[in-house]
């Protein structure tokens, strides 16, 4: 048994919640949820795993100086980078954003080898760039420190650099922007920056979100990321069970939204890979990044340091990855470009795979995603 209310669509502004009488929160999750958008990629919830032994990766020690002599990305110390592709403001002694040549790219333009292949090894040729973003003057200023125009300065950088290389060479297929930080999200200088890297491939789970967005698309002739975003704002459930009539599931409009602007909107996923995973996605279709606004910008600026704000309530500290999903600029961008919706991932990063994920390729989240949601939504007044 089953009762559905739709509330509003992706453009209302309210998110309200049924108050009926529903049992309590069960003390034990263990099931396996399926990513609607990578049906292949499987999250086993297993809230009773927290309770193991385990050793979780220590929180980043929060270094709070705001200049340091010896670091390669503090202001004044410009001679001790490669000579730097970009400032802003341009020629500005008080930068706020400098772009710079990786000194150890994985990916270059300095040597092009043939592509060959016998039997069935083959290789291409590792083409592409590699760039660092220097995306705050202060060592050790955190995102949700930032201001909401020096965020929005940053990924208006982001997105006019990714121009800028598309535009450079026609064999790029795809620009990734990411940033680490701490060590166990592979971060090496501690100075906040973020990375650029142009390739001549598609990564696969890019390719594996947009192949599995045009089915969906084919088959409902609507986008998959929008339908997730209409269900965040617009869906409640409630589940019995068949024999006793009790409630054995509710699911509640806005259950899964962390943050909400005029153009964009930060959901926790059903399908949470890493227990504080947050996505931010336009409310409006838009399948590459490089059509941003500023006036879009600055108020993703806003979404975007509120969740991070967010996050550093509950989990202060914590090491973490972000990285920008955009349609590929190949050969079958204009096909996709009804199909597929961008958006920014953030992963926390506060455990350790083991044995069992790196074989399985199964990720275990111990974390019920709608407790995490909860707990964020929370961490903020309003």
Known sequence: MRDQNARSNCEGQGMSTTETSAPPAPQEVREIRINP?????????????SMRPKKEEELAPRDTRKHVETCPFCRGNEAKTPPELLRLPEGSAEWELRLVP??????????????????????????????????????GAAIHEWSEAHLALVFGAYRDRMRALYDSDKRLKYVLVFKNFGPAAGASIPHTHSQVIAMPVVPENVAAEVHNSAVHYGKHHYCIFCSLIDEALTFEATIYDRASGQIRRKINVGQYVIERGQHFIAVKPFASRYEWEVHILPLKHESDFLNVSDEQLADFARVMRRTM???????????YNYFLHSVPHDAQREQHAASYHWHLEICPRTSIPTGFELGSGLFVNTMSPEAAAERLRNALPE
């Open 37 to 49: 958008i990578v049906p292949a990629e499987s999250v086993l919830v297993a809230t009773a795993r």
């Open 102 to 139: 990786n000194l150890y790219p994985v990916l270059g333009d300095d040597r092009q080898d043939a592509n060959f292949a016998f039997g069935l090894q083959q290789t291409i040729d590792g083409y592409g760039r590699h760039e660092v973003f220097v995306d705050h003057p202060e060592h």
């Open 309 to 319: 704000a967010r996050l550093d309530a509950v989990i202060g500290g914590a090491q």
